[in-house]
């Protein structure tokens, strides 16, 4: 089992930035994909971002150009730099675990979000 533990939400000024952790422990995330996903007040869940195992990654078109994922093997750990923060990002994030692409076996609780203008 995998357990994954999100971090670093918060409330921030529009156009702010903020960087989530999500760090593993049980197993080494070395290995598997790792999906952002965030869930907005009376939204569905929305897929944000996804690092490969070897780091290639990619973004939602809401995000691209200002959300950057990466993962330090080293440390167990998957990062969400997120700048140029909206009001539309307010949401409760969410990081997760693949061991085949889309097939998200591991979510954390969550870190809130919170975006002011």
């Known amino acids: ?48 971002g996804i690092i490969w195992p070897g780091g290639r990654t990619s973004y939602a078109d809401s995000v691209k150009g200002r959300f950057t994922i990466s993962r330090d093997n080293a440390k167990n750990t998957v990062y969400l730099q997120m700048n140029g923060l909206k009001d539309e990002d307010t949401a409760l994030y969410y990081c997760a675990a693949a061991q085949t692409m889309g097939n998200y076996q591991y979510w954390g609780q969550g870190t809130q979000v919170t975006v002011s203008s």
């Open 1 to 48: 089992q995998m357990k994954l533990v999100e971090s670093g939400g918060g409330l921030v000024q529009a156009g702010g930035s903020l960087r989530l952790s999500c760090t593993a422990s049980g197993r080494t995330l070395s290995s598997y994909y790792m999906g952002w996903f965030r869930r907005a007040p009376g939204k569905e869940r929305e897929f944000v």
